[in-house]
């Protein structure tokens, strides 16, 4: 292979990941030295089963993408072993995910990210993922609106119980 097309391949893969990180809602990166092989493939699998994606890139790459990107300040997070999830979808899962998936495999270390196109800490990336996902906040804002209803139909029923034994 030419020395020209090796360059044009390696152009092609940094306009990919720039394209990547632009249209991601998260981008969560890891260093994942010390993983197992079955410890990656069960990572991966959670990670694909969310519709995220993870790949293990080049710190030269992705340092070049996120500076095309224009996101500043994430030269010191490319260092070591890299792999790098995006979600499209999803801003907390990503983050949920290997927050819990840590938890038990200890030399999994999340090194920092973008949330929401902005440069995002290890501890801002902690933070968003003690937060429930999409559904549980869903779920949450459901029953919420679903109190005042409910309190009404408990009062009406008790109103109709008072009047049926008055009647009585």
Avoid: C, H
């Avoid at 720039?18 to 092989?37: E, M, N, P, S, W």
């Avoid at 907390?92 to 270390?109: G, H, S």
Wanted: hydrophobic share 45%; glycine share 6%.
């Amino acid at each position: 292979m030419s020395k020209a097309s090796v360059l044009a391949r390696k152009e092609d893969l940094v306009n990919d990941i720039t394209k990547k990180f632009q249209d991601a809602q998260a981008v969560i990166v890891v260093d994942y030295r010390g993983l197992t092989v079955g410890e990656v493939t069960e990572l991966r699998k959670q990670l694909r089963d969310a519709g995220i994606e993870m790949r293990v890139l080049k710190n030269t790459m992705l340092r070049r993408a996120a500076e095309a990107a224009g996101l500043e300040g994430m030269e010191d997070i490319f260092k070591g072993p890299t792999a790098v999830a995006f979600s499209n979808e999803e801003v907390v899962a990503p983050a949920k995910i290997m927050a819990e998936f840590a938890k038990t495999a200890t030399n999994l270390e999340i090194k920092g990210g973008v949330l929401e196109g902005k440069v995002a800490s290890v501890e801002e990336i902690n933070q968003i993922a003690t937060l429930p996902s999409r559904e549980g906040l869903l779920s949450m804002l459901l029953s919420v609106l679903q109190a005042p209803i409910r309190n009404t139909a408990l009062a009406v029923k008790a109103v109709a119980t008072q009047k049926e034994e008055e009647a009585a």
